[in-house]
């Protein structure tokens, strides 16, 4: 499935690179698309992470006695018991969790990039790895979306939104500060807060903050971040080679963006948010990435990183002469796969099954047994 999910969205993607496509062909091809990723998404089977939780709340909601195990959040609660008082097929919900996160993303596809297509094997290559995280998946939607509310000063809107997707997912409020990156930074601010993120990282001064600060998040947050505090404390490791290494992959795009910033911010209206928001999704990894606090660069990050998506294709509009289009592409096709495997590979523990590999739906490798964990 893999396989043919990334020859798929690949040629699609090199032909939208090659020639533009009419509005109709692009609508059309949107939505075998949309249809194909729904399918992907939809009619998975013990594949990905969280499957086992999230499966038995399902199965079991509506006796109510499950609550209080799983800890879900409560707008999470109330959609699996609405699912569930319908159909007892699991399946059925995810189908729909596709298409609402499908939708979402599609929409903003659509409004942020100008090479669609390509944003969507992009899209494919960050979150693939990140298959089966429900609750934070319909969060991260809306707050993609929100993004142009963001550019237009809603402000209101946004807040609004943020709340009620806080009873889905309380990672949404590591969305908030997202509403202050509406500005053009110069380029010296943004050169000396990743060199301030590096310094800070270097320094092991995150290791020394107490974890009881996120009590200041109200006690939920607190708990459910003690909870994944603890069950990662024992991977972390201080290593100044993987933070440059780290430094030097984030750093790469950054450069192309901000050396042709004047002219891609006349191009995309939407871009020096992106942008800042891009800065941001650094500066997270630089400091956070194996400390203590991981959980934030595990549960945070996403929540600016996937703005790569739409930044990146943006280069491509740079280029008027196909054979430079075709060969950025391949370096983008190139860095997609590796971001596809390595994510992939993030999850595989010694005396385990992979959670990922094969891919299992209800129509492929239905003999395929799995221990799930």
Known sequence: MYIFANLLLILV??????????????FSLLLVLFAFLVIHDGL????????????????GC??????????????YQFI????RGITGEYTLFLIFHAIFVYTFLFLSINKYSPYKFVSIFLLYSLMIPFLGMNRQYLTLVIAVFLIQYIQRQDYFKVITIIVVCFLFHTSILLFIPALFLNRRFSTKTILIALS????IALSGLINKIPSSVFVLLGSSVSSKAEYYM???AHKITANPLFTFLAIVKRIFWLIFLIKFRSKLEIENKYFNLLLNMYVVSSMIYLIFNNTIFQIIVERGLLYYNIVEIFLIPLLLSLFKKKL?????????LIYGIITQIKGINGYVRPGYDDIFRPYKGLFINTDFHRNMH
């Open 44 to 59: 998975r089977w013990e594949t990905g992470t969280d499957w086992n939780n999230y499966y038995r709340y399902f199965t």
């Open 196 to 199: 301030l993120s590096i310094v």
């Open 324 to 332: 430079n289009r075709i060969a950025l592409f391949g370096l983008i």
């Open 80 to 83: 699996n018991k609405l699912i």
């Open 62 to 75: 509506l006796s109510g006695n499950l609550d209080s195990v799983y800890r879900f959040d409560p707008g």
């Open 13 to 26: 993607a090199g032909l939208s690179v090659i020639k533009r496509f009419s509005p109709k062909t692009t």
């Open 230 to 232: 603890s069950g990662i």
